[in-house]
């Protein structure tokens, strides 16, 4: 552990303990269970999101891929009675082809990734509007879907099997990211993609590479996701979830210009953002503010950033001026 993530794993704690003194029920069991949940939930799509960040990109798009894979899946499952195991591949290889896509405009076309993702945000949600007619669809009376439910949003020894998918989906994107040579080439095009490419790695692919591992995870979540909401509403399903994982990334200490970050600071970003969000509901505070407070928590997460990259180069700009002074 890092100080970045030692740091942010302090600041939840005594975040946790100033809530917890001003209401005990944050402790409570149901309470807690309920927050491993939606860390599970949202931890999994925001290492996807990492990934890209650690690339020098980003995704917008996450929130729209939840509603569109969202309608096809429950029309996949709850009205063409299609075998569960069937769709979630279908779902699964969607979002490999939604991220292929992405990576290959970014690095086949040169387009930017923040365009890229603003048109998969408003394609695939206007897509999704179209693909149900604008209306809610619904798990029903769907049969044979006891299996993949208890899988999806049950528990085991009172943990959600979430948060149980996420500590999965935690060890073996670490493994990738800090325990092989493709996670090296991450950092390696994220810190200087030129110099990454002269030295002889294929940019092009690692980029692109990245973008799928987003958009698997991001389609993993979405099957998560609609067990426990039950339906799936085109146009309001997933909305700003992206933010949540931007937050959560640059909270984990994913650096906005790239080459930096880890999985375990992303996860605490996750736990961070929950708790804050926890913190919001439990003491009454207006559930409009949850959007102002995470806008809050980003600005912070970048003002820190910054202040970090400027301490990096400081003695680099030291050194350059004394040389240039004894060269005078």
């Not at 669809?137 to 943990?159: H, K, M, P, Q």
């Not at 110099?195 to 692919?205: D, E, F, H, P, V």
């Not at 993993?220 to 990334?249: D, H, K, M, Q, R």
């Not at 600005?299 to 910054?306: E, K, S, V, Y």
Request: charge should be positive; hydrophobic fraction near 55%.
């Amino acid at each position: 552990m890092g100080r970045k993530e030692l740091g942010l794993a302090v600041l939840i704690v005594g975040i946790a303990a100033i809530t917890a003194g001003l209401n005990p029920q944050f402790l409570s069991t149901v309470n807690l269970m309920n927050m491993a949940n939606l860390i599970g939930l949202f931890g999994i799509f925001s290492i996807g999101q990492g990934l890209i960040i650690i690339t020098g990109g980003i995704d917008l798009s996450v929130g729209s891929i939840f509603a569109l894979l969202g309608v096809v899946f429950l029309d996949l499952t709850a009205n063409m009675g299609i075998a569960w195991p069937i769709a979630v591949l279908v779902v699964l290889a969607l979002g490999l082809l939604m991220g292929l896509v992405h990576g290959l405009l970014v690095t086949r076309l040169g387009l930017q990734p923040f365009v890229v993702t603003l048109c998969g945000l408003l394609i695939y949600r206007g897509a999704a509007r179209y693909y149900t007619g604008d209306s809610t669809i619904s798990l029903g009376y769907a049969e044979g879907l006891d299996a993949i439910t208890w899988l999806a949003a049950g528990r085991s020894f009172g943990v959600p099997h979430s948060f149980f998918a996420l500590i999965l989906v935690a060890i073996v994107v670490g493994v990738v990211l800090h325990r092989s040579v493709f996670g090296r080439y991450l950092f390696g095009v994220g810190r200087n993609e030129e110099a990454a490419r002269y030295s002889g790695i294929r940019t092009g692919a690692v980029v692109t590479g990245a973008y799928v591992l987003g958009g698997l995870l991001a389609a993993f979540s979405t099957i998560l996701l609609v067990f426990y909401t039950s339906s799936v509403s085109p146009s309001s399903f997933g909305n700003f979830y992206e933010l949540y994982a931007i937050a959560a990334a640059v909270l984990g200490g994913c650096s906005l210009r790239g080459g930096e970050g880890s999985v375990l600071g992303i996860v605490l970003g996750t736990v961070l953002l929950q708790v804050l969000q926890n913190l919001v509901n439990i003491l009454g505070i207006p559930s409009s503010l949850n959007f102002a407070v995470m806008g809050g928590v980003i600005l912070i997460g970048a003002l820190a950033d910054r202040q970090l990259a400027r301490r990096k180069t400081a003695p680099a700009r030291v050194a350059a001026k004394g040389a240039v002074a004894a060269a005078e």
